[in-house]
């Protein structure tokens, strides 16, 4: 499998690189699972102070980033590769989700856009974006977070880049269900006890209460997932004996 490389183009290079300081996604990092790239666009400005922005045609508030450095900047990302793909972190574009961060860590080579002030001229994206995402329905100051979150999600699921294998596979989303309730040390605190299947040592029955917590929390939380999710017969059975045993507390 071709390592994936990431380039980033982005007005904060600084605060994009921060990532590779921290936790999983600095270790995976560090350790050559994925290179991570910066390019700050000012370098292709036509002025001499570096600015990029400016007045949007037709009037009306805000700045908005230039179509030229932007263009020059993704060439130069892209260079010959033949597999990059240019994602824009936009709030108008299709919303993340895990189905979306799977096809992206399929790939060789992303090259992201972050946005500025009232967001980048529009021929930018018509002649150079392949794809454009949102983090969801709300908008932030700029895309350099969202590259940060879509990086992270991405990293995560590289082979190699959690502890344990298993890891990904069983957080939420992974297999269509929100992920289990989980407890650590101690057994007891501030009167609140752990389950008493998490002690017993009966894998078989771990596996299914966990199996029962996942799909009732996708039931009551999220019927958009549970409406999309196939259960099977014997989960169909393990959601209603939950909804049974806890009818009066829904
Ligand atoms: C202030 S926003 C511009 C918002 C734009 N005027 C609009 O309403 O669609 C500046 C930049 O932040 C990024 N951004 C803002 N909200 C986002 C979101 N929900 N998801 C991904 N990127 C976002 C984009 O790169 C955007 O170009």
Known sequence: MTKLRID?????P??????????????ALQAGLAELHTHNPRQHSANEDGRLDARPYGGGPGMVMQYAPLRASIEHCVGRSQHAK???LSPQGKQLD???????AASEHLVMLCGRYEGIDERVIDSCVDE??????YVISGGELAAMVLIDAIIRTLPGA???ELSAQQDSFAGGLLDCPHYTRPEQIDGQQVPA???SGDHHKIAEWRLQQALARTYLRRPDLMADYPMSERE??????????????E
């Open 86 to 88: 240019v994602v824009y």
């Open 98 to 104: 895990q189905a979306a961060i799977a096809a992206l």
């Open 8 to 12: 980033v183009i982005t007005l904060f």
């Open 132 to 137: 454009e995402y949102s983090l969801g329905d």
């Open 236 to 249: 169909k059975r393990l959601l209603e004996a939950f909804l049974a045993a806890n009818s009066s507390t």
């Open 197 to 199: 299947v998490l002690l």
């Open 14 to 27: 600084e605060m994009v690189v921060s990532i590779q300081q921290h936790g999983v996604v600095g270790r």
């Open 162 to 164: 959690l502890g344990h």
